[in-house]
């Protein structure tokens, strides 16, 4: 099952009232998990804007 752990991201989710605090987020087979193994590929999020669930609704269809 694949593993992947977003860092020091700036959050937001405001169903569960976090708003822009520096996380972690853990995934484990697409879902978001409370922890991962230290085999979990590892993204840099220092200075980005985190959203689960967000959707990009800007999009240009040609």
């Known amino acids: 099952m694949r ?3 977003i ?3 700036f959050v ?3 169903i569960n009232g976090v708003d822009g605090e520096r ?3 853990a ?3 697409g879902k978001i998990v ?3 193994s230290d085999k979990a590929k590892v993204i840099d999020a220092s200075k980005m804007v985190v959203m689960p669930g967000g959707v990009d609704i800007h999009s240009h269809i040609a």
Request: charged residues 40%.
């Open 3 to 5: 593993e992947l752990l």
């Open 7 to 9: 860092k020091n991201g």
């Open 12 to 14: 937001f989710d405001p």
């Open 23 to 25: 996380m972690d987020v």
């Open 27 to 29: 995934i484990k087979g």
């Open 34 to 36: 409370e922890d991962v």
